[in-house]
């Protein structure tokens, strides 16, 4: 069974740091690229970074040069590092399986974790 378990999230100001966690079990995990995903409060989802299995990245516009995407294939675990946070990053942030190799899109992710939860604010 696919599981993937993130962790990491809290509360931080405006102009702070957070570190996601994302672990991954069940699949071949250094053989597939991971994503993550965001949706914020009354917000629709948004995807966030993708790392591919050999270790190329790919941010979304409104994260990039704050969040850095990082693997360590021998823990199975995806990191996301966030600094520079926003009021605007606040939400549930989801890590995920994509479907095929560089799919930066949050729909048609056949495998997910429950989320954690950042919240922004002063």
């Known amino acids: 069974e696919v599981q993937l378990v993130e962790s990491g999230g809290g509360m931080v100001q405006p102009g702070g740091s957070l570190r996601l966690s994302c672990v991954g079990s069940?699949?071949?995990?250094?053989?597939?690229?991971i994503t993550w995903v965001r949706q914020g409060p009354g917000k629709g989802p948004e995807w966030v970074s993708l790392i591919t299995l050999g270790g190329s990245t790919y941010d979304a516009d409104s994260v990039k040069a704050r969040f850095t995407i990082s693997r360590d294939n021998a823990k199975n675990t995806v990191y996301l590092q966030m600094n520079s946070l926003k009021p605007e990053d606040a939400a549930q942030y989801y890590c995920a399986v994509p479907p095929a190799a560089g799919w930066r899109y949050y729909s048609g992710l056949p495998y997910w974790g429950k989320g954690t939860l950042v919240t922004v604010s002063s």
């Open positions: 069940g699949f071949t995990f250094d053989s597939n690229d």
